[in-house]
């Protein structure tokens, strides 16, 4: 039915009113046909549908990567913006700076720390949000498939090991950056509990780049294996302060799954392949042919 159609019968009483309503609305209008009821009111015709962005976190991208990605997707003006909601990679707040708990109000961050960022606590998952969403819905999102990620079944193997969650995510999130499959995740994430039991350096790179920040790297040098920071696990033994990234879920199940062997050492080279050695000597050896 035409709109004009609709005045002799009356069904819409001013129809200067709704030509108004009609330029204000910038043509907002559907294309299309309409049936007009008795009263009908012109704010009740449909809008256009919002429009929505697909995002894709991947596995391994720490919060550097999140936030540049978000500001490319225009969800965010600047990464300050998306740190003032997440918390900076590799810093740790104290408790009299004005911001040092991020994230919702939730069980799961509950147990990670005061102080510290987000980090590893978003899923590497494909959304889609609203291209008009506020950046806090955008995060709390990822968040919280990470929360539906860890099932009662992986929380009770948390649980089983006498580990925290936070530190089952920190180790995960070297994984991830570390080594590729999920064979040598279960192998290496042996060999890391051990190093951890007997107060051995973890000696990761990962953690290395992470404190450097630098892009594009795949050995650190002498120079940033110095870098004074919690974070650097060749200067300081045990685990990192937070994950070093958003570690995918079957990094996750490695850390709790892990392969029992007799290997000390492992190197990965560029193509992904893993390195064992069972002595230092086999392990700078490989260095060698490496």
Excluded at 210 to 221: C, D
């Amino acid at each position: 039915m035409k709109i004009k159609t609709c005045l002799p019968i009356g069904k819409i009483s001013n129809f200067q009113l709704y030509k108004l309503i009609g330029i204000l609305a910038l043509f907002l209008l559907l294309f299309g046909s309409y049936k007009c009821y008795r009263y009908f009111h012109p704010k009740y015709i449909p809008l256009p549908p919002r429009a929505e962005v697909t995002l894709t976190i991947i596995p391994g991208w720490d919060l550097r990567d999140v936030a540049k990605y978000l500001v490319d997707k225009k969800l965010a003006s600047s990464t300050a913006d998306v740190y003032a909601i997440t918390g900076e990679p590799a810093r740790k707040y104290k408790v009299s700076e004005e911001i040092f708990s991020f994230g919702p109000s939730d069980d799961l961050l509950g147990q990670k720390p005061f102080g510290l960022s987000m980090e590893g606590y978003l899923a590497p998952e494909t959304v889609r949000v609203f291209a008009d969403s506020d950046l806090v819905s955008v995060i709390d999102k990822f968040y919280f498939i990470r929360k539906d990620q860890l099932t009662p079944d992986i929380l009770n193997k948390v649980k089983a090991s006498k580990k925290s969650l936070h530190e089952i995510l920190i180790l995960a999130s070297i994984l991830e950056k570390e080594v590729r499959n999920i064979e040598d995740k279960k192998l290496v994430a042996d060999i890391f509990w051990r190093r951890l039991e007997k107060n051995w350096a973890l000696q990761a790179d990962s953690t290395v780049h992470y404190v450097v920040a630098k892009e594009g790297n795949v050995y650190t040098t002498a120079k940033d294996r110095q870098v004074d920071s919690l974070w650097n696990t060749y200067k300081y033994p045990g685990l990192p302060p937070s994950p070093i990234c958003n570690p995918g879920l079957d990094s996750i199940k490695a850390t709790l799954e892990p392969t029992k062997n007799s290997y000390w050492y492992f190197l990965t080279s560029s193509d992904g392949t893993v390195h064992y050695a069972k002595t230092l000597e086999e392990h700078n050896t490989n260095k060698i042919h490496l």
